[in-house]
């Protein structure tokens, strides 16, 4: 069974940068990409950032200028840097990794306040 355990969550003010961490209970070079999902409160969860076992990166046009994604593979940790935050980054981040299945973290609350 994988398990995805994210941290690194919180509140942090408008402009302000966090860094989420998901640490994998298995290598991180047997899954083919990883990432990181949100769900704002009412919204679907959606697409925030991947990175693929050789190291090509996907963003979400909202963060593309301000968020930056890598991968650690000696500490099976995925990391997302999150720079500029802005009130609508406000969500529940999952990490996710894809192995002919999906596996999901449980899930870090971001808040973001003005």
């Known amino acids: 069974q994988v398990q995805l355990v994210e941290s690194g969550g919180g509140l942090v003010q408008t402009g302000g940068s966090l860094r989420l961490s998901c640490a994998a209970s298995r290598s991180i070079s047997s899954f083919d990409r990883m990432g990181w999902f949100r769900r704002a409160p009412g919204n679907q969860r959606e697409l925030v950032a991947t990175?693929?076992?050789?190291?090509?990166?996907n963003f979400a046009a909202s963060v593309k200028d301000r968020f930056s994604i890598s991968r650690d593979n000696a500490e099976n940790t995925v990391y997302l840097q999150m720079n500029s935050l802005k009130i609508e980054d406000t969500a529940v981040y999952f990490c996710?990794?894809?192995?002919?299945?999906?596996?999901w973290g449980q899930g870090t609350q971001v808040t973001v306040s003005s």
């Open positions: 996710w990794a894809w192995a002919n299945d999906n596996y």
């Open positions: 990175i693929s076992r050789t190291g090509i990166t």
